[in-house]
């Protein structure tokens, strides 16, 4: 029997393997030497974004196809708008410490996000 989400909605498993990924980086990321990091800053950013973009606004469309429920677009809301603050406050704006912070808690509530979206869609689909 099964008591929660099951696997066949991949793409949000992805978008909480994402979310992991980005606050992964952003705590490695101000570790690495400079010219790494200056090496990132530009491209990798821009097709990271584009990447999380695209697959969040995909699993969070498909999931709400499914269980029609607002509940999860607050979560995604404030999890890209926090997002955006921190990459677009990274120049003069935010300091670095608070830039980590504010894309870390953009992360988890985008990983929450997916999993409400997952859950909601599993439980639809079996009631």
Known sequence: MLTGPDDTNRIDRACVLLALV?????????????????????AAHGVGAALLAVTSLVATLRGWS??????VVPWV???WFLLSVARLGSGPGLGEVSEILVALLASLLLGVAHQLNRSLAYWHGHS
């Open 77 to 79: 809301a404030a999890g």
């Open 22 to 42: 980005v606050s992964g980086h952003c705590l490695v990321a101000p570790g690495l030497p400079q010219r790494m990091s200056s090496l990132a800053d530009g």
């Open 66 to 71: 499914l269980h029609r429920s607002g509940r």
